[in-house]
């Protein structure tokens, strides 16, 4: 059998793409495309879960010699307003007579050996060792001649099947498309769940699983940013489906910006699942000859549960997402001066701290925000991106001139897409920012957002950044944007392409990130928005790792990472080891939770490394020594959820090596309960037929027994403690 394949049946009409984990198949009928399978490889399709037609009283047909045929009824691949399928459309086109485009008819198809590359946007990445292919599917209005093409690829070895749609203006006349999905999926119900997230800052990932009611459920953002609150994640699962086994259909969009998901169960019982650009706040101006394309939506389907669909998306990204230089390399720790020092840094100070840094064994120290302009507070400077003489004397020189005889390096933070009111950059570009005419701007953390959707801002923020690199040749930079959006409106945009706003400002933004990253493919980059709140695949192609939260709490950060971890490896996933009370939430959580919650990630440190006893510097030292040796593993090794902070009270968690010869098990305690004797932990994820001995207590098991026994953990008095296995192949 070929690694992937995709075929069509000229005599029954069909499309089969599939490779050795999945199938996913759709037929042409009546010169409309219907969805047929998506799920585990099937080597032939015969047509067996297609239902007989019905005829449906009120449903309009294109075909009157085939009255059978309504777009109500049939499961579709994209669905149009006003053609008699009424539930939710994922592409509305409208004309200049005012009038929506009205029937997409199949004309050809074209398969490829490549990817589908959606120009200025993220996306999945060709790999040079390893196949792929592209069936696209070109559909034509003929009345107002507006194509649509369907992109659906497909990758060796991966569940994943990749989608997005284009738009092309064909005809004369300018359309505004008021909606472009990059994807809709309609099948039957069958008692499936939908999970989504919700969350806000310091509160990321929490999960949402529910029964699908009748009626239309929907999550997205209008923020200008993927958000905390609605990250652009859903899957369709089954009542039975848990962590370890049962059938999950996943669905993310490659996109940071303003998104939407929808699901909808109709009178049929029918399932739609639709996903792409909100439709909220979107409306974009198409020119004869020009073309629209939509992010993409990665779709992943897995009969192992959700850990099943984790480890799909860990490896599709690690692969063939984040940057190929960074994937897979080691990542230094770094020191970050935030919950140290905040706004209150110096050279001094940061000479001290690098020193310091130095001798526990950290390998980077980061400049958080405070370095630039005047900024003692979130009140000022931003757009002002030199280097407060007060506070460092020789701008960073001497800092850099420290880091490096230290053996260390050195990172610095940026908020680059922001303006301060009162900076400089404001009083030169008054027209730089979002601003709407005759209203005052609010402001959000003090600050307004630039104008990303024009050029000349662009160029500021490359040059501005680039200059710097070239003036400081520093290792590391941590992007963030600390507030949503409000106030849309570029000064520069005309009347009616006001509603290109949102999209153009994320076009914007690619843009500069795509320039910087490739100008400083050393610059190890750090996503951050207040912490997760644009945690996505889209700033995912760009840089490898997130701040994932600004809540450092080593107990909510287990839900926080829990949740994260559905979608991201933990390369991705940064974690900080910070200080008690904890700054956040004021609980003391113990040392051991804390590191073991950051081991457990992309692990650093935020706290005052001045101020340390000796036996605290001691124990940081300790820590750092050996997961410096764990590291590779760590970051390599397979993550499995074990217990669930939201529905099982306690949380647990592994890693294991792909050879599962070797697993650290973190089992993380909430609250000592009296009654409680202990707890069974079943390990789905080690080998049966291997045997295993656990490093501290030398306890010998069979991996069966693992499995399908389980094992039992002691129960621990205090709070927030953490019980470490670790399993070791015993030959
Ligand atoms: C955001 C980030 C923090 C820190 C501050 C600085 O809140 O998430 O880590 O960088 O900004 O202002």
Redesign the pocket.
Known sequence: MQKISILYDDEKQIFHISNNKISYIMELKENTLLHRYWGHTLQYYTGCNCTEPVKRTFAASYNQQNPLFSLEIEPQEFSCPHQGDYREPSISVRQQNGCTIGRMKYQYYEITDTLHIPEGLPHIREMKQKAAKTLAIHFLDMVSNIKLILYYSIVEDSAVIIRSAQIINQGNQSVWIDRAFSTLIDTNYQKQQLITFYGTHQKEFRINRQEIQHGIFSIGSTRGASSPQYPPFAAICMPETTEHSGEVYAFQLIYSGNHCVSVERNQYNHLRVAMGINPEDFCWKLLPNESFQTPQAILIYSNMGLNGMSQEFHKLYTERLFPTQWAKQKRPILLNS?EMCYFDVSEQKMIDVIKQAAKIGFELVVL??GWFGHRNN?KSSLGDWTVNTEKFPNGLTTLLKCAEENGIQFGI?FEPEMISPNSILMKSHSDWYMQMDGYTPLLSRNQLVLDLTQKEVQNYIIETLSNFIKQYPISYI?W?M?RHITDPNSLYLSQDSKGEFFHRYMLGLYHILQELTTQFPNILFEN?S??GGRFDAGMGFFMPQT?CS?NTDALDRQAIQYGASYLFPLSAITAHISAVPNHQTGRNVPFATRAAVASSANMGYELNILELSSEEKELIMTHLSEYKKEREFLFYGEFYRLCSPFTDGNCAWMIIDQEKTRAIIYYFIREYDVSALSYILKIPYVDCQKNYVEKNTNRYFTGEELIYAGIAINTIKGDFPVIILELNEKK
């Open positions: 935030w958080d925000d979130s933070w941590k963030d600390n951050c207040s912490g701040w600004d």
